[in-house]
């Protein structure tokens, strides 16, 4: 009999300032892909809550008809933490037998604590998943988990967490995401405010890690400081599939940084050269001296549809980006965002409030700092401690943690104090932020008549959506 796996992306609210937008659940497909293509005998299936509306009553009995083996969820954001914990525990009230496993950037960081806090985890797969993933499915008894690197688990009272699990070496190896698992769902994903309702959405990764080290990130911990990329012919063939075989219209190419060099122009070369109409457009992720870095790949990308890029310019403050790691400027970011609109090309901003010595009035300073700076997209995020990260180890050390609520560790909750303000206080200079922004009927009016098409569905999305009325709830 194969071995059946069962992956469940748990019902969730979504991230609410982005807009609406119902995102693929890229890594349990991407996992289930892997799965089918090295276990000889396996059956897979996913179920995503969010894309088929299934609650939780429901999900019980989707789970119990399927009878599974291995039920498998994971938590890349800590604020999905509960649903997670809750997926698995439903899964062993229904049958104690079947082995429940997590995995993702939160409970790899949380093992230990993790185990301890939900008996209903039996396995959490620490770090990059696939291989472990696929020898717990060739035999998924417990007495082979000894021998399972990049495993932790309970053995004879106690937790015990196996060797780490070395990187797969090619990514390139990978199968094609596993979109086919999920084809009934594929024309539901969509991300309203880039891409509006009608265009399906898929998420596509083009690297693994980051070669850089910010201290607020998941990321670069989670990979061990490695950064392992995908050629662009490999990028280029992944978008075209995802358009010729699921109708993707919008794609995020889900890197944390592309990077610079010539790997942005043949990108852009290989799209031109592969099957895919003008119709797809894609958006990219990239570190503010990178965007310098690529100015002469830009006409060619954006020839190959790249609409959109987000650039991390997190504060106006040269101490704060010292602090955080960012080893960049606010001139670098000025000119980031100035030759991104030079090509036409939507550039997307990123801050961070509430580093510890943050006040009011270095967040007045911010909001000025960004009218002055002028992008298309601004997303404000209050610094939150992820665990993993050092800005985590640090608050934690000093006891600056004051909300220990997992669910609220989105970057829109302020989850600890600064120096000179409460939690409260936090909250609400994010609330002045958005509301300099995007209250503005001056930047509203030319954003509704841009020429840029983009620019003016965002404008009107961002006017009718009332994100402000929805972040006055949070305080």
Known sequence: ????????????????????????????????????QEVESIDVAVIDCNAEQVEWRELATRIEVYHPDIVASSALSTCNTYVVARTLELAKKLDPSILTVAGGQHFTATAQKSLETYPEIDVIVRGEGEVTLAELARDPSKSTLSNLKGASYRADGRIVHNPERPFIKDLERLPLPGYHLVK????????????????????????????????????????RGSWRVKSPKRIADEMEYCYQNYGSRFIWLTDDNFGSGDRAKQLGDELLQHQVGDDMSWFLQMRCDDVLRNEAAFPTLKKAGLQWVMVGVESSHPSTLTKFRKNISREAAKKAVRLLRAHDIFAHVMFIIGERSDTSAHIAELRQFVNELDPDFVIFT?????????????????????DHNLAHYDMAHAIMPTETMTINEVQEELYECYRSFYGSWKRRLQGMFARNRLKRRINLYMARRGILRELKTLF
């Not at 969730?12 to 799965?35: H, N, R, S």
């Not at 992820?386 to 004051?402: C, K, L, Q, S, V």
């Open 382 to 402: 209050v610094l939150t401690p992820f665990p993993g990260t050092e800005i985590y180890e640090e608050a934690d050390r000093n006891g600056w943690i004051e």
């Open 1 to 36: 009999m194969p071995t059946k796996v069962l992956f469940v992306e748990p019902p969730k609210d979504v991230w609410f300032v982005m807009g609406e937008y119902l995102p693929p659940p890229f890594g349990i497909i991407q996992l289930g892909a892997y799965l089918e």
């Open 184 to 223: 009934d769902n594929v024309r539901k994903y969509h991300f309203a405010a880039m891409a509006g309702h009608n265009n399906p959405y898929a998420l596509i990764e083009g690297s693994r890690g980051c070669a850089h080290s910010c201290t607020f990130c998941t990321q670069w911990r989670h990979w």
